[in-house]
C-alpha cells in the first residue's frame, strides 16, 4: 500500500511497485484515510510518507503497527532530519528512505522491507543504530517508577511552562494577569499533582517535557 498526498507522486510509486511485480492492494492521500484503508485491505508493507494531511504520518505508523506487529513500514520522505527519522522508527517504521531515490531502489528497499530487513538511506543508518545503542546502555525504568501522569489544568500547564521558562511569580502574574497568590496557588497544586517538593524539582520537570520551547 502507497501513502502520499501528492497524487502524480503516488501514483508514480505504485505505478513502479506494480510494474516490478508487486500487489499494490490500496492507496491512501491522507492519515485517516491510510488507517481506514490500511485495516481494510490488510497489506504487508507500507510505503509511507510522513507529511500527511488529516493526521501526521508517524501516528499513522504507530496506529497500525500496533494494531498489527506483522505489518513492515517503508518511510519515503522528503525530510533527512535526524528527528524525523529517530520518531518514524520510535513508531514502528522498519526502514527510512529519502525521495531522492531512483525506482531501482526503492523496489530494492521494498523487497527487503517485506522479509524484516531494516533499510535506510545511506547516512541515516548509523544514526538509528547510535540510537539503538543509547537506548540499549539507559537503564530503563522499573515499573514502579512510572506513574501514570497527572492531569494539570489548562491553567495550571500555562503557569508550569512559565516557570520553565525562568520568570517569577510577579512576571507571571502579570503575564497572566491574575494575582500573586493566585500564582502560588497554582504552583503549590501542580507540585502536589506532580508529586514534587521545589521550585528546582518542577522546573527540571518541564524541561524534560520540552515546556522551556513551548
Known sequence: MVVD???MWRDAVARDLAAAG???????GDGPEAVRRARAAAPRVLVLDLNLPGMPGVQVCKELVGSDPSLRVLVLSASGEH???LEAVKSGATGYLMK??????LIDAVRRTA???PVFTPGLAGLVLGEYRRLATDPAPAAADVPKAPQLTDRETEVLRLVAKGLSYKQIAERLVISHRTVQN?????LGKLQLHNRVELVRYAIERGLDDA
Open 83 to 85: 528527528a524525523d527519522v
Open 186 to 190: 497554582h504552583v503549590q497544586n501542580t
Open 115 to 117: 522479509v524484516g530487513d
Open 22 to 28: 508487486f500487489d499494490v492492494v490500496a492507496t491512501a
Open 5 to 7: 498526498d501528492h497524487p
Open 100 to 105: 531522492s531515490a531512483g525506482a531501482r531502489e
